[in-house]
């Protein structure tokens, strides 16, 4: 079965190019485009997507603003922002709200086939740039809550936070993926959370790592 997408894009040029990108890669179907965010919820269940790509800055109804639409109702749904914006805030606050990953949009054709399969595989794929921000917003955070972590537990979350998949946080600290399975799913019943965007936004907000 082929992965089913769609795309939010305002830009009818880019939104055309990422089509035709898209219709390029082996085992990935584009369902429908749009150019912004109205009747988000709509569209899913119409279409019962498997993963959404979405600008940031469209009219009417912004990224932003689908994303706290989608979350509530499709916690587990993988989302991608697709956008331009390099700054703090715009990265922080789609991290917070639930996106599964942040990728630049001039990086699209290096970045995206990969990126939709990574996220699949439970990562959360960044450009170097956004997840430098992750980073840089972490170690200035002070107040954090705890929720009895243990430290594997700690360093597990804060890798799921630089968007490093399963595979790669196994090959960073040398243990199995069936460990790392296990690491999750603990933090997941500590933090009260039921998905990977769920934890990252939550250690995010609560400032957890």
């Not at 999750?184 to 400032?207: D, T």
């Amino acid at each position: 079965m082929p992965i089913k997408i769609l795309l939010f894009e305002d830009n009818p040029d880019l939104r055309s190019s990422i089509s035709t990108f898209l219709s390029f890669c082996d085992g990935m179907e584009l369902m429908a485009a749009f150019e912004n965010c109205s009747n988000i919820l709509n569209h899913i269940d119409t279409h019962n997507p498997d993963i959404l790509l979405m600008d940031i800055d469209m009219p009417i109804v912004n990224g932003i603003e689908g994303l706290k639409a989608v979350r509530p109702k499709y916690p587990d749904l993988p989302i991608i922002m697709l956008t331009v914006f390099e700054d703090d805030g715009n990265i922080i606050e789609a991290i917070q709200e639930g996106a599964n990953g942040y990728i630049l949009k001039q990086h699209v054709t290096t970045k995206l086939e990969e990126g939709i399969h990574e996220v699949l595989d439970g990562g959360a794929p960044m450009s170097p740039i956004a997840a430098r921000i992750v980073l840089n917003y972490i170690s200035k955070s002070s107040a954090k809550k705890d929720y009895q972590l243990t430290q594997r537990e700690k360093e597990t979350l804060q890798s799921l936070t630089e968007g490093n998949s399963y595979k790669m946080i196994a090959a960073n600290f040398n243990i199995s993926r069936e460990t790392v399975c296990s690491h999750i799913k603990k933090i997941y019943e500590k933090l009260g959370v039921h998905s990977q965007a769920e934890a990252v936004s939550k250690a995010l907000k609560e400032r957890i790592v």
